[in-house]
Nanobody, 122 residues
């Protein structure tokens, strides 16, 4: 099973950019589709986006398109989340997950990291 560790979360001001990383160890990183999720206080965990095993296909919910970008470097076993023009409502714990994408683009996570806190002040 793959082990995941997020990093890069911190306090930033609205409008700033931030890049999160997710380092993978254990089983071969490139055999997993990957996803980013976030959970704000008192809310459910929501999907931020997904990326296929070789990075050729990405998905974002409409609300995040154009601001957030997921990428991966399989030689470094690392997943990234670039977040631009951050808003206070982006404040949440951000989690990376390893799993699989089906033909409809639905992501099933099988391993989770512990999360990294992102706080956006107004």
């Amino acid at each position: 099973q793959v082990r995941l560790a997020e990093s890069g979360g911190r306090l930033v001001q609205a409008g700033a950019s931030l890049r999160l990383s997710c380092a993978a160890s254990g089983r071969t990183f490139s055999t997993y589709d990957m996803g980013w999720f976030r959970q704000a206080p008192g809310k459910e965990r929501d999907i931020v986006g997904t990326i296929s095993r070789l990075g050729g296909t990405t998905y974002y919910p409409d609300s995040l398109k154009g601001r957030f970008t997921i990428s991966r470097n399989n030689t470094k076993n690392t997943l990234y989340l670039q977040m631009n023009r951050l808003k206070p409502e982006d404040t949440a714990v951000y989690y990376c997950a390893a799993g699989s994408l089906n033909l409809r683009g639905e992501f099933t996570p099988t391993s989770w990291g512990r999360g990294t806190q992102v706080t956006v002040s107004s």
